[in-house]
Nanobody, 121 residues
Framework: VQLVESGGGLVQAGDSLTLSCAAS????????MGWFRQSPGKERTFIAI???????TVGDSVKGRFTISRDNAKKTVYLQMNSLKPEDSAVYYC????????????????WGQGTQVTVSS
């Protein structure tokens, strides 16, 4: 599975962005797909996951502002980000997890290259 993120950029606080993660290779339907983010010098942290059935879990730090969705037919996962804050600035990564406990980055089998999101105040 190869994953390619897109949609990042420089925005102002309060703006919205939608990130996309396009997959090639195997079908996504057997994977839990997740979004994480990482700032310089910090660990990669959980944002949201979506299961093959369509269920999802969103982290407390972004709950109510970010939404994850997936289109298995298009092999694409999305992260809709609203009301962005400067502290949301980071490199955002999508990943594919074939096992369990997919809230942990160590559980992921595949990662994209990341897309930078910068939110100015």
């Amino acid at each position: 599975v190869q994953l390619v993120e897109s949609g990042g950029g420089l925005v102002q606080a309060g703006d919205s962005l939608t990130l996309s993660c396009a997959a090639s290779g195997r079908t996504l339907s057997t994977y839990v797909m997740g979004w994480f983010r990482q700032s310089p010098g910090k660990e990669r942290t959980f944002i949201a996951i979506t299961m093959w059935s369509g269920g999802s879990t969103v982290g407390d730090s972004v709950k109510g502002r970010f939404t994850i969705s997936r289109d298995n037919a298009k092999k694409t996962v999305y992260l809709q980000m609203n009301s962005l804050k400067p502290e949301d600035s980071a490199v955002y990564y999508c990943g594919a997890c074939s096992g369990y406990n997919c809230l942990l980055p160590a559980r992921y089998n595949y990662w994209g290259q990341g897309t930078q999101v910068t939110v100015s105040s």
